[in-house]
């Protein structure tokens, strides 16, 4: 880090007591009162700015990236390329909390940078400037280049004062697209687009003592006792804010109807749950919106590999997963696109009833954004089949992170498409699905949280092809809680559709079925079935260093047919490789479709779907799930659903 005397000197510190300002957590001493606002003016300076760009998008934008000029030879761990900061630049920003809150003015200048050709003229980004936009709600820096313009911009940023608050460290920040440029580029739908991921990390010059919060000392995890309140105990119940999805890239992308590969990325937003000893809505207008846990537990946040904390004596964090959802012109549904895990690391603690003022806690009623960029990061990805779903636990050891469980991180070998979600043209497009409707679902997944469906939300999706680029359009009709529920609504199934859900403590199950009369005495039955979290996992070890050998679902459904012999058997998992599908089978009384190994068996945050003819109307019955790994008990019965039967 590298410090001028000159930038010490005129460093300022400004004390403001008085109501915190709007949109902005309240401060806890440790005996949990609420602490007067402080408000600090703080500079930094020097360090290093690094930049990973989305080539692949870039190149559907038409632009190209020449070579980095001045860059560092090696990627940091996170694939930025790395440039130093000139010293004699600064950046002045307020604290709150011990945090930044705002940029209030001066300037960061790297030493080097990109020429980017692109069919409107050439982007001189050579010794490119960070300046900050003032007046936002959020930090928001401008990214100018050699002519003076800001073609691009940052924000969504997730930062941290760290070394005792000698640095200020931007962990991961989105590099967006100017309207300006969007414009420019002949795709001004692209406004607002993340083409790139920036880090930054820069000396703080500060004057006089730290007079930010004092940090809460007695933590609010789940199961600890309420004090003066006998009985209650807090609870942690994590809620999905709000969340959006962009194009990432595509490979061999043709348009409407193709087979190309393309990877679709949300920007999701979290808020830890608002009661303290009362119901307050967390989320509005959702009937979901408002959790049943009175007293709101706080929720670590630690990055893997960053050491062994409280409460579970590990690196415990959440972790996000996606997928994305076709509503067929039939009336049935396939789940088109999956994702791997992203592994969260840092919370930024915004708009809080109760500031932890620390980055590795989750207090009460606060937020926090994992945004497009930092959820398309190789290094931030897993597979799902290393969690414990309902626990919410990591098998660190033997993971893609740590191989060799020696308990340091080793690269992931992820490329741009590993753990990403996935989905082929033809799926979303073209002739074959018309009057088909769609929607993406985003998760959030937190140890401990009583109530996974507020963790997770429904956006309605369109999409639209625009020269190179798939174009994500309406991200509308939010709702709290699983796609299976905008099928079939458990709270309103409609004629001839019902919903049953199995909680056990190895996870949650839900199936939904419809039936549909076709005339003639005939009904086609679909039903979908949707692991939420069920797993029945085997393991080695103990955490920390506990190994998840695997994470096993279901591996069979039977549904009881009746005397009449059923056609047309379907199984759909959506991913158009007919070579792990489950086969069907009939026989009497009864359909079945088994996974041809228990690889691929259905597992957690999946949806199937089975469907067939038969000539029986609709009967009240239940149907079976048949447990993949061995164990008691062998199947699941989900009851109260629509089978053959009736006359």
Request: charged share 20%; with cysteine.
């Amino acid at each position: 880090m590298k410090f001028l005397s000159q930038d010490i000197a005129r460093a300022t510190l400004i004390v403001v007591a008085g109501a915190f300002a709007s949109g902005v957590g309240h401060a806890q001493t440790s005996t949990n009162k609420a602490a007067p606002a402080k408000v600090q003016h703080w500079t930094a300076s020097g360090g290093t700015v690094g930049v990973r760009w989305n080539r692949e998008l870039a190149a559907d934008l038409g632009l190209v990236l020449g070579a980095a000029s001045g860059r560092h030879a090696a990627l940091s761990w996170f694939e930025h390329e790395t440039f130093d900061l000139r010293a004699e630049g600064s950046l002045d920003f307020e604290v709150r909390h011990s945090n930044l809150h705002a940029f209030i003015g001066g300037t960061l200048q790297a030493r080097g940078g990109y020429v980017i050709d692109a069919p409107a003229g050439r982007i001189d980004l050579t010794d490119f400037r960070l300046v900050p936009r003032r007046g936002g709600a959020t930090p928001i820096l401008d990214v100018v280049g050699a002519d003076g313009k800001a073609w691009f911009y940052v924000d969504r940023l997730m930062y941290e004062l760290t070394d005792d608050k000698q640095r200020l460290a931007v962990r991961t920040m989105d590099l967006l697209i100017t309207p300006e440029l969007a414009a420019r580029l002949g795709h001004p739908e692209v406004a607002g687009w993340t083409v790139a991921e920036m880090e930054l990390s820069t000396g703080v010059l500060r004057q006089g003592a730290d007079i930010g919060a004092t940090q809460i000392v007695d933590r609010k995890w789940a199961g600890t006792a309420v004090p003066g309140v006998p009985g209650a105990v807090y609870r942690a119940d994590l809620f999905m804010q709000t969340f959006s999805t962009q194009y990432s890239r595509c490979d061999g992308c043709t348009g409407v109807g193709g087979n190309g590969r393309v990877v679709f990325t949300p920007s999701s937003t979290l808020r830890n749950n608002l009661n303290n000893g009362t119901p307050q809505v967390t989320v509005a207008g959702d009937p979901l919106g408002t959790s049943s846990a009175l007293y709101t537990a706080d929720i670590p946040w630690y990055g893997k590999f960053s050491g062994n904390f409280a409460p579970y004596n590990n690196d415990q964090h959440p972790y996000l997963i996606w997928n994305l959802y076709r509503f067929n012109a039939d009336g049935s549904i396939d789940q088109i696109g999956r994702s791997g895990v992203k592994h969260a690391f840092l919370t930024l603690n915004t708009n809080c009833a109760e500031n932890p003022n620390n980055s590795n806690i989750l207090g009460r009623g606060c937020s926090d954004v994992y945004s497009v960029s930092n959820n398309d990061s190789n290094n931030s990805m897993g597979p799902r089949s290393e969690i414990i779903p309902a626990s919410n636990v990591w098998g660190r050891c033997g993971s893609i992170y740590d191989t060799n469980c020696d308990g340091l991180s080793n690269s992931s070998g992820n490329g741009s498409y590993d753990q990403r979600m996935v989905v082929r043209e033809s799926q979303f497009s073209g002739a074959a699905q018309s009057g088909a409707s769609y929607m993406f679902e985003s998760w959030y997944l937190a140890r401990e949280d009583i109530n996974i469906r507020n963790s997770m939300a429904t956006k309605r999706a369109t999409f639209t092809r625009s020269g190179s680029l798939w174009v994500v359009g309406a991200n509308d009709q939010y709702r709290l809680g699983p796609a299976i529920d905008r099928w079939v609504d458990p709270s309103n199934p409609g004629a001839n559709a019902r919903t049953s859900e199995l909680a056990t403590p190895e996870g949650r199950v839900k199936v939904a079925v419809k039936a549909t009369n076709l005339g003639s005495g005939r009904w086609r039955y679909d039903y979908a079935v949707m692991n939420l979290d069920f797993a029945r996992a085997q393991t080695q070890g103990a955490e920390p260093n506990l190994r998840v050998l695997n994470n096993r679902g279901l591996d069979s459904f039977m549904v009881p047919s009746g005397s009449a012999t059923p056609t047309d058997l379907l199984f759909s998992d959506g991913d158009l490789d007919a070579g792990n599908d489950w086969v069907g089978s009939v026989t009497r009384g009864s359909i079945s479709w088994t996974a041809p190994t228990v690889a691929q068996s259905l597992n957690w945050g999946t949806m199937f779907r089975f469907s067939f003819i038969v000539n029986q109307a609709p009967t009240s019955n239940a149907v079976l799930l048949r447990v993949a790994n061995s164990g008691t008990p062998k199947a699941l019965k989900a009851g109260g659903l629509l089978v053959p039967g009736g006359r």
